[in-house]
């Protein structure tokens, strides 16, 4: 297949140049880190690297979209075996453990955990390791996107970053939708194609899905 061809649409919105000499990390793929990995695979990213500790259970089918065959299998495993149908020429690298510190990380890294603890760790370890860092965050149908590039929006990401205690804690089961996961990531891959056409990015985007209100701090 020519990578023309499959590229055509997007060529002025994705730089060939740029995206080719991009490594993508992803820490986490739940419910938003799954559909940011398929669309960066979709995309044309040409190394991609996942990292997570978890498994596929009953509650990721129709929260995280995996498929009932994915059942028991760990996630990292399931995400990259989707990602290389999409792109067969894709580098994948699979760490099926937690984010450590010490990890090797790609150029951009996609930041969608659960933990705010665990998001003040990995903005430590990688602030100065990559030039692209967003983070992705949802809570039934509430998403924040906050992407740190340049030195205005790095400056105001670690403000962003509250302690445990102050994180709001919704119902078990009015937690995770796949819809606005969808949302979210193209959020977020978004703000990686502007900053690859090295467009001013939008440093903090809130959106209530079911208020239809969208708040925006560039």
Sequence with gaps: MSSDERYSR???IVPPDRIAACRATVIGVGAIGRQVALQLAAIGVPS???IDFDVVEDSNL???GYLEADLGRAKVEATGDLCRQIQGGLQLHLVNDRFRRS????DVVFCCVDKIEIR???WDSVKDRTSFFTDGRMSAEVLRVLTACDAASRQHY????FSAGEAYAGTCTAKST???ANVAAGLMVAQFTKYLRRLPVDADLQFNLLA??????S
């Design 48 to 50: 991609l690297q996942l």
């Design 178 to 180: 796949v819809y606005c």
């Design 212 to 217: 239809g209100e969208l708040a925006v701090v």
């Design 120 to 122: 003040r760790t990995i």
């Design 62 to 64: 129709a929260s995280q």
């Design 158 to 161: 670690p403000t962003t970053l």
């Design 10 to 12: 997007q060529r002025d």
């Design 103 to 106: 990890q090797e990380i790609g």
